[in-house]
């Protein structure tokens, strides 16, 4: 059974009991707790936890996930993938233990016929936790397993949880015995190669707190429902429903493994294990590496960007091992695009920017290796002159640390040139190293070379914010820091010297300011302190305001004159102006938000924020580019709100309240018992909310929505900017408008209707083009016909065509040729040197030629053979690639003599 056919089966079983289809949430979730989505419970985790009332009370989805801490496990085992999709349904207070068992059971052992999987009773097997009788007598009850082949286990296998605070409950895991080919009897408990997971039940019905590991947390309570959150591995089922040996072999994985064996000079499954386990990683890591640059990742040097970076490495230098030298990148991608495309559409439409992002890396990381060659061999021939036969630890590290050389890429270099690697004192460089850069990330976090430094202050209690109702605060300076370090005083001591390296960093902290830090989207506000009685000459310009600890706030700073004391008191003041830009764009956000649901309902759902003075951006979880109309609704719907000049009314009040009146709140954030809303209009816009904001939302000014965007399969982006910031914009519109009117000679309002005929007239002077340009095409086969040569009794027509011609354009031509060349044996060859260094050719044989034993496809390859290419087709037209142009005229040389030959 297809992939796509076990996906369809389960959603319609599931929908057939009543559950409402969601589609997969992007990969990337706005939980700054989670890397990556990897179950398929994360989008409803609010539901669960009560946060948020569920449009339905039971539904299923197909969830893309990311499980990555496994990654050393592809293809070493049978069943580890780093991107998978769980199948799961899930039951917000419908339906508990019973209801699970029943549905599981039914779809998987209903026959083929009857829409379900088919799988044999005998051979499934259940584990419940190590004290639910009820789900035990469940499953002899609805399924008539016999007691031995229910196992109990303790928390770490049958208690789930996201491994962090949130749901969580006892499970019951469903696995399929393999059979003894596959490992030792014994059920689940003896040996999970043989007993294979395919399905976990999860009963969510209590909230966990902060934990170690997986059987050590604390559960805070029970949740207010009992849920069900199940999970059945698609890979895994497609595994045995297809009888493959493990999950690489599947239909969607296993074209990439052919695409890389077509290439590589040792093929898959030929007893080679290091070899298959490198095919495994990389059909694995392609269709990751596609899935994530889909959701919006692009490779970098931390978080997400670096498990990209790492998967598309791994890919590379696996095809390397492999022995394929080419690159190799762009077929995975668009093999990976083929095979997931039915299922996930994201992969078909933003192929070419997956693509280019893959192959982007892969070019980078292919010219580090060829730099990392060199490097590598002159060290071994160093070594081999000073009639050593070990590389040294340094060498390895050097390789490894200037051109991301992987160890494992240098042992296997070492052991062709004959060299042995001192792995050990390249470890103990590389934990060095490991050990700087510790030190160094602390150095830079928060830009506060240690943390310890604040604990006094943070512990004495948090900075009293003043902001929300006053620009100007008389404070005391708690403390002053100078590149992390504590000091007592710190003085101006002139300005760098332009294109000197800026001064210190200057940090101060104070009992009380007016300065908003940076947090919740909203950017920090800049101003000033200055001193006051004795030391009323100090003055600084605050650039940044950071929290630390979520309560200490700390204000970087410039000192522009005079010196500041720790326990003075001096004067904290906002820019005015600033802060009133900060508040527009920070009310401007809510106004967008609160239009954007009432035009896109509910599952608009906030999945991130950014606002600065004059400007917002929004991002929200949808799937699709918004239409015109929607986007002018939305547009509508916030400057009607501003121009109601709606008051804008703070409060505090308890969470539950906050929640009660329907005020959002961000998907993953913690909050606090007490919590601030922000309300403007009365219903129209309730949010949780710690920022500033204006008194009226007249003073918003008007919001022009600069247009939508994708960051990311699943989540849309809008921006806009607010206040005198849209005037300025709309005045650039306005300007530019002008200068179309101006050059195309017509009044504004017709530009649009001249730009029209203009695109229409040129549309037509390209046809006329093109039809020219075949009149010449045919013009040049009725003169090649006529020049056909006579290779062994057969008309032959062989040649160089003009540079810059197409695959298309020879194939148009080639059987314009043929046609001319009567009815003895003809053949026809054109090659030509196409754009970006490709060299394609095409090969047509009539029916006289056929009959006597030439074939298109074999001359085709002959052509290929000579310019570093391939090609296929049918015996009588075939074409193909290839890279060497260089090889064009030994082509057609050796083309002539095959069919001489015949
Ligand atoms: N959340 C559970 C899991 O990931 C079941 O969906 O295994």
Known sequence: MQTHEIRKRFLDHFVTAGHTEVPSASVILDDPNLLFVNAGMVQFVPFFLGQRTPPYDTATSVQKCIRTPDIDEVGITTRHNTFFQMAGNFSFGAYFKRGAIELAWSLLTNSVDDGGYGFDPERLWATVYYDDDEAEGL??????????????????????????????????????????????????????????????????????????????????????????????????????????????????????????????????????????????????????????????????????????????????????????????????????????????????????????????????????????????????????????????????????????????????????????????????????????????????????????????????????????DEMTTQARILGIFVDGKRVPVVSHTGRPEPGEESASRVEIVLDRTPLYAESGGQIADVGTLTGTGASSTARAAVDDVQKIAKTLFVHRV????????????????????????????????????????????????????????????????????????????????ANEAVQADFEVNTFLTELDQAKAMGAMALFGEAYPDRVRVVEIGGPFSLELCGGTHVRNSAQIGPVTLLGESSVGSGVRRVEAYVGLESFKHLARERALMAGLASSLKVPSEEVPGRVATLVEKLKTAEKELDKARLANARAAAA????????????????????????????????????????????????????????????????????????????????????????????????????????????????LRAEIARD
């Not at 009133?580 to 106004?591: I, K, L, N, V, Y």
């Not at 056909?788 to 032959?796: D, F, H, K, R, T």
């Not at 047509?844 to 009959?851: E, I, T, Y």
């Open 783 to 894: 003169n090649a016909a006529a020049g056909a040569e006579s290779v062994g009794g057969v008309a032959l027509v062989a040649q160089r065509m003009a540079a810059g011609m197409s695959a298309a354009d020879l194939r148009s031509l080639v059987g314009d040729i043929r046609g001319k060349l009567g009815d003895g044996p003809g053949v026809v060859a054109l090659i030509a040197e196409g754009e970006g260094g490709s060299v394609p050719f095409v090969v047509a044989v009539n029916q006289a030629a056929a009959a006597r034993g030439l074939s298109a496809n074999d001359l085709v390859r002959v052509l290929g053979a000579a310019v570093d290419g391939r090609g296929g087709g049918k015996p009588d037209l075939a074409q193909g690639s290839g890279r060497n142009a260089a090889g064009i005229d030994a082509g057609l040389a050796a």
């Open 139 to 468: 499953w002899q009850e609805i399924a008539g397993l016999p007691p031995e082949r229910i196992q109990r286990r303790g928390m770490a296998d049958n208690y789930w949880s996201m491994g962090i605070p949130g749901p969580c409950g006892p499970c019951s895991e469903i696995y399929y015995d393999r059979g003894p080919d596959y490992g030792i009897e014994g059920g689940p408990i003896a040996n999970e190669d043989r007993y294979i997971e395919i399905w976990n039940l999860v009963f969510m019905q209590n909230e966990r707190g902060e934990g170690t590991s997986k059987d050590d947390f604390e559960i805070l309570g029970p949740l207010p429902r009992k849920n069900i959150d199940t999970g059945m591995g698609i890979e895994r089922i497609a595994c045995l429903l297809q009888n493959v040996d493990n999950v690489y072999e599947i239909d969607l994985l296993r074209p990439v493994i052919d695409i890389v064996a077509a290439r590589a000079p040792r093929g898959y499954g030929q007893g080679n294990h290091a070899d298959d386990v490198r095919y495994r990683v990389i059909a694995d890591h392609s269709r990751t590496a596609a899935i994530i640059i889909g959701d919006g990742v692009t490779p970098g040097n931390e978080g997400r960007g670096y498990v990209l970076r790492r998967l598309l490495r791994r890919i590379i230098r696996a095809a390397k091992l492999l022995g394929v030298d080419d690159p190799i990148m762009a077929a995975l991608m668009a093999t990976v695009r083929d095979a997931m495309g039915p299922s996930y559409p994201e992969l078909v439409t933003d192929f070419d920017r997956i693509n280019r992002i893959a192959v982007a890396e892969e070019t980078a990381f292919n010219r580090t290796l060829d730099a990392g060659s060199k490097l590598f061999t002159d060290a071994a021939e160093a070594t081999r002159a000073a009639g050593k036969s070990v590389l040294t630890g340094s060498d390895a590290f050097a390789l490894h640390d200037t051109y991301g050389f992987p160890i494992d890429l240098t042992l296997e270099m070492a052991a062709e040139a004959g060299l042995a690697v001192d792995e050990l004192g390249f470890r103990e460089l590389m934990s060095e190293q490991r050990r700087r850069a510790k030190a160094d990330a602390a150095a830079r976090k928060h830009a506060h070379a240690d943390l310890s430094a604040y604990r006094e202050l943070v512990d004495a209690g948090p900075t009293e914010f003043t902001g929300f």
């Open 558 to 637: 410039t000192v522009e004159s005079g010196e500041f004391v720790e326990g003075d008191v001096i004067t904290a003041e906002v820019d005015h102006n600033w802060r009133r830009g900060a508040t527009q764009g920070h009310s401007g956000t809510h106004m967008v938000h609160a239009a954007l649901r009432q035009v896109l309902g509910p599952g608009a759902v906030q999945a991130g924020s950014l606002n600065r003075p004059g400007y917002l951006r929004f991002d929200f979880n949808w799937q699709g580019a918004l239409t015109e109309t929607q986007r002018a609704d939305i547009e509508q719907i």
